[in-house]
């Protein structure tokens, strides 16, 4: 018989919709080991930048005590929705919507090393327009399969993460970069280049081949395995099929039931003894609405899986 995967069973828990405290025992339930949260400010929740110290020690020790582990933490979407055209290269640092931001990223690192977190998640800014102008720059990225990182951008995402990095090295913490379609990072391709140009160590990325697949991005199993290998600190597991790539018309759907070849992912995870975590998502929502059955039919579609590879 061979060696099970060396895969982490995670959750990103807001997918649940539920209460911080009541999605816990709930994610438990379900399988997940690990948990990834977004500890944004919500009717239920504090954000984690305006907690106390003693506030995060009970929040803590609440996840522990479900048998829970946190491996990843953000306190808002940092960098999500700041449009890269709208910072400056030489003053970018003291734009109020990077610096509000950025600070908050490094009070997650505060967090994360008081903790023993590994990690804490970034997003990579958006393309032109994409929150304001109804993603203009679309059509552009589906053609060429993610689209070109001009050199005036490239260089804003170079100085900043520079920044990011080296507060990273500060706290001995690595930051773990989304890959969405409608930021810079969107392909493994554009995932590699940024992360080279910056050349830290501290850059992990949060593979989403869901994401790639979105934006067109061809073999994203297997080329796409390589450009992030070296990177590597989980996956963002969810699945969708691209019905008219240029329309950007796409259903998500339960996992092995789209677009994304999650056998030959899994299958290069395995063979490369990649020890990362699977953070389950779902994005689609059944016939029954049911935000929680969602998660146990990607769960269960997950471990299926893992199971035949």
Not at 62 to 78: M, N, P, Q, W
Not at 265 to 286: E, I, K, M
Request: with cysteine; glycine share 6%; net charge negative.
């Amino acid at each position: 018989m061979s060696t099970p995967p060396p895969f982490k069973m995670a959750m990103y828990l807001p997918e649940l919709g539920l209460p911080f405290s009541a999605a816990l025992p709930v994610a438990a339930e379900i399988g997940a080991k690990h948990i990834w949260h977004n500890f944004s400010e919500t009717r239920d929740e504090k954000s984690l930048v305006d907690m106390s110290d003693a506030e995060i020690d009970a929040m803590a020790a609440e996840v522990r005590s479900h048998g829970l582990e946190l491996f990843l933490i953000l306190a808002g979407a940092h960098f999500k929705q700041i449009h890269l055209a709208d910072l400056d290269l030489d003053t970018l640092q003291d734009h109020p919507d990077f610096r509000r931001q950025f600070d908050a990223l490094v009070r997650c690192m505060e967090v994360a090393k008081h903790l023993g977190i590994p990690a804490v998640n970034a997003f990579t800014f958006a393309w032109p327009g994409e929150y304001t102008a109804q993603k203009p720059t679309w059509p552009m990225r589906w053609l060429t399969r993610g689209g070109h990182i001009a050199p005036v951008d490239m260089d804003k995402l170079v100085k900043a993460f520079s920044l990011v990095a080296q507060k990273a090295e500060d706290y001995d913490i690595d930051v773990a970069l989304s890959m969405m379609c409608w930021n810079y990072t969107n392909t493994t391709g554009n995932f590699r280049r940024v992360v080279e140009a910056v050349g830290s160590r501290r850059l992990k990325v949060m593979w989403g081949p869901a994401d790639n697949t979105n934006c067109g991005e061809s073999d994203v199993a297997s080329a796409g395995f390589y450009n992030v290998r070296p990177h590597l600190y989980g996956l963002h597991i969810k699945d969708l099929r691209v019905n008219d790539g240029l329309a950007l018309d796409f259903d998500y759907c339960p996992i092995g039931e789209g677009d994304v070849d999650y056998p030959t992912v899994l299958g290069n995870l395995r063979d490369h003894n990649c020890d990362v975590y699977l953070s389950v998502a779902t994005h689609f929502v059944p016939a029954s609405g049911d935000r929680v059955e969602a998660m146990r039919i990607n769960y269960d579609n997950l471990r299926q899986l893992i199971a035949q590879i």
